[in-house]
């Protein structure tokens, strides 16, 4: 009988082949090891030895884990907030291009502007984001001088303002409720002792809900209700 070698060389190289596939699949999952055990200079040799053409998205995934990619925005403004959920970033600035005073939001991952929000008549101090990042509040506050201040506070998700204030006398400090509802200000009064009060503001209706002893800095309990 005559025997076709072909016959005998496909069953091999499928052999072959699974058990380098087998071999590529433990060898990520040693690096991934070495990298949640702190170990990357090891780890990071043996991904870069991994065969190049059994490299995919597996191995693209976990080239990123050792060299992660640092945003860089330019801008020349006082303040920057990150969202809780990691996905935006707001800085105040100057507009040099339009002569103005903004608030702007970018793409945490891209690093591309989202919104810019003016009407500001000085840089924008203080920004809050609410904890459900659905909510931003901003606003040229003092903690040091008396100046005619602006605050407003923005519906991300919809790009739109639902509140602003001005005060001719000045705001101090800002504070968004973990909910995104209320808004505290710390807001100069008139008078020679430079003194003012809190306001607890709804944001709803935009009534004061309640007021409370004047400080600069301000912030929220975790539940929103201190």
């Known amino acids: 009988l005559g025997l076709d070698s072909a016959e005998f060389s496909t069953p091999a190289k499928n052999a072959l082949a ?3 596939h087998v071999a590529y699949a433990n060898l990520l999952s040693l690096v991934h090891h070495g990298w949640q ?3 990357g200079v090891e780890a990071k040799k043996l991904l870069d030895a991994a065969p190049e053409e059994l490299r995919g998205w597996e191995w693209r995934y976990l080239q ?9 925005l330019k801008t020349n403004g006082t303040c920057v907030a990150i969202s809780p959920n990691g996905k935006f970033v707001a800085s105040g600035e100057f507009d040099a291009n339009q002569k103005r005073y903004v608030l702007k939001t970018w793409d945490a991952d ?6 810019a929000y003016s009407g500001f008549r000085d840089l924008v101090k203080n920004v809050a984001f609410s904890s459900d990042s659905k909510r931003l509040a901003g606003g040229n506050t003092s903690s040091f001088n008396r100046q ?3 605050v407003a506070v923005w519906d991300l998700e919809h790009n739109r303002e639902i509140f602003s204030r001005t005060s001719e006398d000045g705001y101090a400090g800002l504070a968004l409720s973990p909910s995104g509802q209320q808004l505290a200000l710390a807001e100069y009064t008139g008078g020679e ?3 003012g009060a809190i ?13 409370l002893p004047f400080f600069h800095h301000l912030e929220f309990s975790p539940d929103g209700k201190q």
Do not use: H, M, Y
């Open 18 to 20: 699974n058990e380098r």
């Open 37 to 39: 055990a702190n170990d």
């Open 64 to 72: 990123r884990l050792f060299a992660p990619q640092v945003l860089t």
């Open 110 to 115: 891209t690093g591309t502007q989202r919104g």
């Open 148 to 150: 005619p201040s602006e």
């Open 193 to 195: 002792d430079k003194r």
């Open 199 to 211: 306001a607890v503001i709804d944001l709803a209706s935009g009534k004061v809900e309640r007021t």
